[in-house]
């Protein structure tokens, strides 16, 4: 719309009203809902901000007070996202990346499970607060499921996430054999690691994981992405994966992005 800083300001002035969300709403429609509400404000905002209406730009540090932050702490010379954004390989919430990745890279059959052991910090579950789900969305926002589906499913994906997925018997009784000890200390989705011990009838697989991949410290690679794009995108990936290779053959994340 062209607006100059002043312009800016306002319309994040005026959008914060209306941009707020709670984690009650994850596992339901309510979460991607949320999201898309926060949108539409932000974008009658800068409407309004370029039509001239007013607001005062100190809103911004009262919403950053509001929600824990520090206003006085902020750098404008320093990345917007330090580290850098990071990529959702599994349809799920973020916590449920490293867990997944974990327990996928065992292959162990499930059918051998008797137990399956979890140490996290705490704060790396502070999303996942759906414990028994029922729907496929529900099982976005599960520990209990997320590590079920990644010892049923080769690759997990969103078929995983599908309401008949999480019903299925065998990720029931999966999701029933998961413990959690939630540990002090760390801070963020990543904090700490993620340790699990899976007691099989031949005996226990230990995995310890700190990143997944497609964090901002270790990045996809081109397979990941292109598997990812695959599974979005079904019968039209090969159209949009011709897009992202340029003559050499070097994959070009700048268009994923």
């Known amino acids: 719309m062209g607006l100059d800083a002043g312009g800016l300001s306002r319309a994040m002035a005026l959008a914060i009203p209306a941009a707020g969300g709670v984690q009650a709403a994850f596992g339901t429609m309510a979460k991607p809902l949320q999201v898309g509400f926060a ?5 009658r905002a800068a409407r309004l901000a370029a039509a001239g209406a007013s607001a005062d730009p100190a809103a911004l540090d009262e919403w950053l007070i509001l929600v824990g932050g ?16 990071a990529i959702k390989l599994y349809p799920c919430c ?13 292959g162990i059959d499930p059918a051998q499970v ?6 996290t910090p705490a704060a790396s579950l502070q999303p996942l607060n759906r414990h028994a789900p029922r729907t496929g969305l529900e099982g976005k926002f599960s520990l209990e499921y997320g590590a079920a589906a990644a010892l049923l499913d080769r690759p997990v994906g969103f078929a995983s996430f599908s309401d008949q997925a999480v019903r299925r018997p065998e990720a029931r009784r999966l999701a029933e054999l ?7 200390g760390g801070s963020g989705l990543l904090g700490g690691s993620f340790v699990a011990e899976v007691r099989t009838l031949t005996g226990t697989r230990r995995v310890e994981l700190a990143l997944p991949p497609g964090a901002p410290g270790r990045p996809p690679t ?9 599974d979005c995108c079904g019968p039209f990936a090969a159209e949009v994966l011709a897009l992202g290779w340029d003559e050499s053959g070097a994959f070009l994340r700048r268009t994923l992005a």
Do not use: F, M, N
């Open 222 to 230: 081109d397979a990941e992405l292109a598997a990812k794009i695959a």
């Open 114 to 119: 008797e137990a399956i052991e979890v140490r």
């Open 94 to 106: 973020y916590a449920l990346q490293r867990p997944i990745a974990a327990l996928a890279d065992l």
């Open 178 to 184: 998961v413990s959690v000890d939630a540990t002090a």
């Open 39 to 43: 949108v539409s404000a932000g974008v």
């Open 70 to 85: 520090e206003p006085s702490a902020l750098a404008t010379d320093s990345p917007a996202i330090p580290g850098g954004l």
